[in-house]
């Protein structure tokens, strides 16, 4: 499976960005799908995740309400869109596939965001 994710970018404070993230080698609707963020500095945290069901996890409290996850089986892709940015979002943003709990994940190259004051 390979991962990448892209559309990251400069954005100011309160603006919006759409990450994508494009999975081959495997369908997304066999893989629980998540996005990551690792900010300068810091560990990597998780941001929110949608299931092989398609059903969306919760997200974490820090972007609850702004970001949303979202996926295209037809486009065998998964999206975290993301509004009313603030400077402390910025991070680089990672996607990840698991079959299970248990298994070896994937991670794909991340996008680096970047929200400006």
């Known amino acids: 499976v390979q991962l990448q994710a892209s559309g990251g970018g400069l954005v100011q404070a309160g603006g919006s960005l759409r990450l994508s993230c494009e999975v081959s080698?495997?369908?997304?609707?066999?893989?629980?799908m998540a996005w990551f963020r690792q900010a300068p500095g810091k560990e990597r945290e998780f941001v929110q995740g949608i299931r092989w069901s398609g059903s969306v996890t919760a997200s974490a409290d820090s972007v609850k309400g702004r970001f949303t996850v979202s996926r295209s089986v037809a486009k065998n892709m998964i999206y975290l869109q993301m509004n009313s940015l603030k400077p402390e979002d910025t991070a680089v943003y990672y996607c990840?596939?698991?079959?299970?709990?248990?298994?070896?994940?994937?991670w794909g190259k991340g996008t680096l965001v970047t929200v400006s004051s």
């Open positions: 080698g495997r369908t997304i609707n066999n893989y629980n």
């Open positions: 990840k596939a698991s079959l299970n709990a248990r298994s070896v994940p994937y």
